[in-house]
């Protein structure tokens, strides 16, 4: 069976350790939307690993990665990934397959993500500026360079030096040599071209081969460009359904939806978020779940577990279960808090508006929990959890609809409770933390 792995909050919920313990039951791992600004985090052997491009799976020997079509490539930056691995003893040649329909980041797609970001003064959206919105802008407005397009030197000539005439024009301070980007463009292509394949066409023969594939997304639910809290957003479909446009699969390919998301919440930049703690216990969280980016290092805002955002994300995914990270984190409060809906100018909400400026009046209504003072850190059996915490885990599901099928207590591999449900051990195995 083929699974989707999918955030379902703001990004950064674990998906990295999700999928490095899912990846050794599937042939392949496909990547399907985003580039290099989502950091997907795995702590294997006593090694912290930061996979920005490369699919998680990568880790797991045997295992073949995809990246889909979906995603925006910035080449120095994957390969500059692909010799982390190779410096860590971690081959990829034969590994790892690129679309050959996936776009290019170019070097100037930086400058005007810090354009654009600069022009919407106090409205800005806070992006990573590492050029993934711009080159998806050039992508939907049909002026895209695509990996293909890097086999023909003349046609890359020709798409940068029209691309700088228009950066010129946007940036008087635009210092790009055409000459010598095109060079080293080319060079990066040629590195690449071994890679590329037609992903869908790969796929589709994998999975008639009676192989299954396991998706992976990057961000989450509520920074999906329709989804998510627009325009706080990503520039791509970081949703389940993203997985079928980002890598040319049918909709009946995916057998299963699993949803990762933190015991309580976190996001990264600008934008509303109701449950968001501006105080001491914001400082806690932060600093017990080290909260701080991948790839960026910037703080995260913190808040309280919001179950009207992971309902959200169950609806808009069909998510079959939660994958539950970070319960080591609320260790030692005496009380925890879940925020199981909004007031808004009087009104009881319990869906997440689409209209940012009522989420932005939006007041928590919160429902307390007692808190757990014997640690859960590192525990693998959820009969040993403290019976508070299993209670707190029990309320998370019976608001989000949906079961937690796993429940970590750690950033390593082992650190992880697979629940008693035949789900779960389909998918994960009981096995899957003493690998």
């Avoid at 909050?9 to 939307?33: H, I, N, T």
């Avoid at 990573?128 to 003349?154: N, V, W």
């Avoid at 779940?289 to 290092?297: C, I, L, S, W, Y």
């Amino acid at each position: 069976m083929n699974i989707v792995v999918v955030g379902a909050q703001w990004g950064d919920e674990g998906k990295g350790k999700v999928v490095d313990l899912l990846a050794p039951r599937f042939s392949m791992v496909a990547r399907y939307q985003g580039g290099h600004n989502a950091g997907h985090t795995v702590h294997v052997g006593g090694k912290r690993f930061v996979l920005r491009l490369i699919p998680s799976g990568i880790l797991n020997p045997g295992v073949a990665c995809v990246i889909g079509n979906g995603l925006v490539v910035d080449l120095k930056a994957l390969f500059d990934e692909v010799e982390e691995l190779r410096r860590a003893a971690i081959g990829v040649d034969g590994r790892l397959f690129v679309s050959d329909r996936a776009h290019v980041i170019l070097p100037f797609h930086r400058d005007l993500d810090k354009l654009n970001e600069a022009s919407l003064g106090n409205r800005k959206i806070g992006t990573t500026s590492r050029g993934i919105g711009p080159a998806y802008e050039a992508k939907f407005a049909r002026r895209g360079l695509r990996t293909c397009d890097l086999a023909d030197a003349e046609f890359v000539e020709e798409h940068i030096r029209q691309a700088l005439d228009t950066l010129n024009l946007m940036d008087e301070d635009a210092h790009y040599d055409w000459r010598e980007l095109v060079t080293g463009t080319l060079a990066l292509g040629d590195r690449l071209l071994p890679m590329l394949t037609d992903v869908s066409v790969l796929l589709a023969n994998a999975m008639k081969a009676g192989q299954s594939i396991l998706f992976e997304g990057a961000q989450g639910t509520m920074l999906d460009v329709d989804h998510g809290t627009y325009p706080y957003v990503t520039s791509s479909s970081s949703t389940a359904g993203g997985a079928c446009t980002g890598l040319g699969v049918g909709p009946g390919a995916i057998g299963a939806v699993i949803g990762i998301a933190k015991a309580y919440t976190t996001r990264v930049g600008e934008g509303p978020f109701p449950s968001e703690l501006r105080d001491e216990a914001g400082t806690v969280l932060r600093e017990k779940g080290q909260e701080f980016g991948a790839v960026t290092g910037r703080p995260r805002r913190c808040g309280w577990f919001d179950a009207v955002v992971v309902r959200h994300a169950v609806r808009v995914n069909g998510l079959d279960g939660l994958a539950l990270t970070k319960l080591d984190v609320l260790d030692g409060l005496d009380t925890v808090q879940i925020c199981v809906g909004y007031r808004i100018d009087n009104e009881l909400v319990t869906e997440f508006p689409a209209d940012l400026r009522r989420v932005q009046r939006a007041v928590p209504v919160l429902e307390s929990m007692p808190g757990w003072t014997t640690p859960t850190a590192g525990c693998r059996d959820f009969a040993l959890l403290p019976a508070e915490a299993r209670a707190y885990v029990a309320r998370l599901e019976a608001l989000t609809g949906v079961p937690a099928l796993l429940v970590s207590t750690g950033a390593a591999r082992e650190d992880t409770i697979i629940r008693d449900d035949a789900r779960a051990v389909e998918w994960f195995g009981t096995s899957a933390v003493t690998r």
